[in-house]
């Protein structure tokens, strides 16, 4: 550890972790679960989602870059076979059923968004008078 002046004195490190080492005995993990998500709901409202997203990129970028794909092909295994152990196989079929439907559902969407801008063009086109 760091030099000591004198006998018996800690350093910042020595006396932060020794402090937080008496609140979780005291307090439990419930406290900084509490103030962890009060923190976050502030940064939240002070900085928005999108810091959230920017700092998750760049951690995952950083972790690509130490770790390699592999990585993240191994942990994902690894809770596939988590979620497939505790939910079972059945809900990778409803969730599947879902996704499908919803991604029909936004097709359906695009194809009427599509056609509704074709007949708005259609008809702003026979409105235009005639140029000779």
Known sequence: MADKDNKGSMTVAEAGRKGGETV??????????TIGRKGGATVKAERGRAFYEEIGRKGGETVKAERGRA???????????????????????EIGR??????KRLIEEGKRAAKAALDKAALDKASEPVKE
């Open 24 to 33: 979780r005995n005291e307090r439990g993990r419930e406290f900084y679960e």
């Open 71 to 93: 990585f993240y092909e191994e942990i994902g295994k690894k809770g596939g076979d988590r979620v497939k152990a505790t939910r079972g196989p059945g809900f990778y079929e």
């Open 98 to 103: 879902k996704g499908g439907q919803k991604v």
